[in-house]
Structure formats: structure tokens, C-alpha cells
């Protein structure tokens, strides 16, 4: 199945005011995850992996153990990342609805506590990567990160947020500060709707 760039569901000027640039987003979205729509389509033309859907893509060609992947699975891993990534921020939907607040106060033992190990974790990524919050297959809320493209279909763990710590994400308007760029995600761009609608 083709691979197809997703319109972003705001302008790319409305989270400008919480820290995320439309120049950001013009490069973030608009180049950087055209390309994987783009390099993905050539790559899967002709193969048996043409007609499957993008979450079969990555399952399928993702080799565990192995941090240089193949190309397949780095472009459809990468775009799928990137259309979850859009749909977790947004102008609104900041108040965390109360069965997520829970849910995290369960597993985390407070919120303070969950933002603070979900940004050490994306800070303590080493070079490319996202961090996560995942439910896990024993139902159970983690943080978790992963290098590159890699992502939680890879674990059989349901995501309910993804962070992208390459550079790309963040240099524009947080330079090499990406403590700031996730505590900023944390607290000013995450639709916490979206997270919930997730579990």
C-alpha cells in the first residue's frame, strides 16, 4: 500500500505560541517526513511488501538486535512515527483527562514523576531516536526509548505518546537544548486527549 504524506491537523503555524515554529514544521513535516513518504514508495515498489499495510511493513522487515535496519523498515517506521507524532500535539487538548492522569499516578506514582523519567529518557537517547509512553503487553504503563526509527509495533506495545529526539525536531527552536524542546513538549504541546484516546 502506497505510502502517503498526512495533511498536518493544524496549520503549521498554530503551535507556534507553545514553542513549536511553522519553520520547524515546514522542515519537519513538510521535508524531512516527505522524504521518507517518498524514499519508502521506491523502495517498496515491485516487492511483496507493495500491498501490506504500513503497521505489516514494519513488523515485517524490523530485525531485532540490529541498529542498522534495513531500508524499508527506516522509511515506513519513520513515517508511521511521524503521523503519531503529529496527531499526539496540538493547540488544545492540554488537560490530561482523568482516567490518563490515573492511569500515569498508578504507574509512576505521580505526574511530576512521569514527566521527569519520560525526559530523561529522551534526553538520555544517544544520537537519533524517540522516547516513549507505551502500554505494555502486560498492560502495564512504561517509558521506553529507541534508537533511529525503531518504535513501539516492533515490542507488541500499544503507544499512547512518542517524542522525536532527532535533531531535525528540535534545533530550530531549541538549538542543542533538548531537555528544554521535551520539557516544552511535556508541558505545552501534547494533546492529552489524543494520549488518552490511545489506552
Request: with cysteine.
Amino acid at each position: 500500500m502506497a505510502f502517503e504524506l498526512p495533511n498536518l491537523p493544524y496549520a503549521h503555524d498554530a503551535l507556534s505560541e507553545f514553542g513549536m515554529s511553522k519553520e520547524t514544521l515546514e522542515y519537519h513535516h513538510d521535508l524531512h517526513h516527505k522524504a521518507y513518504v517518498d524514499n519508502g514508495n521506491k523502495l517498496i515498489d515491485g516487492t511483496k511488501w507493495s500491498d501490506k499495510s504500513l503497521e505489516e511493513i514494519i513488523v515485517g522487515t524490523y530485525q531485532p538486535g540490529s541498529v542498522a535496519q534495513n531500508g524499508i523498515f527506516n522509511n515506513a517506521s519513520q513515517h508511521w512515527n511521524h503521523i503519531q507524532f503529529w496527531e499526539m500535539m496540538g493547540p488544545s487538548g492540554n488537560t490530561m483527562p482523568p482516567e490518563l492522569s490515573s492511569a500515569i499516578n498508578e504507574n509512576f506514582g505521580s505526574i511530576d514523576k512521569f514527566k521527569e523519567d519520560f525526559c530523561a529518557a529522551g534526553a538520555g537517547q544517544f544520537g537519533a531516536g524517540w522516547c516513549w509512553l507505551v502500554k505494555d503487553t502486560d498492560g502495564s504503563l512504561k517509558i521506553t526509548k529507541t534508537e533511529n526509527g525503531v518504535n513501539p509495533l516492533c515490542f507488541g506495545q500499544v503507544t499512547l505518546l512518542g517524542c522525536d529526539v532527532w535533531e531535525h525536531s528540535y534545533y530550530i527552536d531549541f538549538r542543542n537544548k533538548r531537555p528544554a524542546y521535551l520539557t516544552n513538549f511535556l508541558d505545552q504541546l501534547v494533546n492529552w486527549e489524543n494520549v488518552a484516546s490511545r489506552m
